[in-house]
């Protein structure tokens, strides 16, 4: 017999290499592995961290008084603003919100501030009702359901 460890009956040829070539049983082609995935968990906590990354990153905005280098978020609430002095509805309704939101928000902080939209200026006296809202409910763009 001769020095060979081949069987003679084994073909050699394309996707059939020679059997010392070949891996040995328990050995894997990739000893390693495949790496993991890192998983990208979108969590309420991760969305929110990435943007607030997002928005702190400076962009350039053109305004009246030229070039002005902001941070995104301030660069989508410009447009947010130019869009609502255009008289797009729903970016009108939007800012509204948000002033109605920090209203809100500004007289849980100072409740002496829920007077203060109820002054009347010329008489000093306090009206029954709060311009403010009645100003806000008034409005047909913001009554709308969003």
Do not use: C
Request: hydrophobic share 30%.
């Amino acid at each position: 017999m001769s020095d060979d460890k081949t069987p003679k009956d084994y073909e050699v040829g394309y996707g059939k290499p020679p059997k010392e070539h070949q891996f040995k049983p328990g050995q894997s082609p990739n000893p390693r592995g495949r790496g993991r995935k890192n998983p990208r968990v979108e969590i309420p906590s991760q969305i929110g961290k990435d943007v607030r990354e997002v928005g702190r990153v400076k962009v350039m905005v053109r305004t009246p008084n030229g070039p002005k280098s902001l941070t995104a978020s301030q660069a989508v609430i410009w447009a947010i603003y130019q869009g609502a002095i255009a008289g797009k509805i729903s970016q009108q309704r939007l800012i509204l919100q948000w002033l109605y939101q920090a209203y809100e928000e500004n007289v849980q902080r100072r409740p002496v501030l829920e007077n203060a939209d109820k002054l009347n200026l010329e008489t000093g006296e306090i009206d029954p009702g709060s311009m403010f809202e009645h100003w806000l409910l008034g409005l047909s763009v913001f009554s709308k359901k969003t």
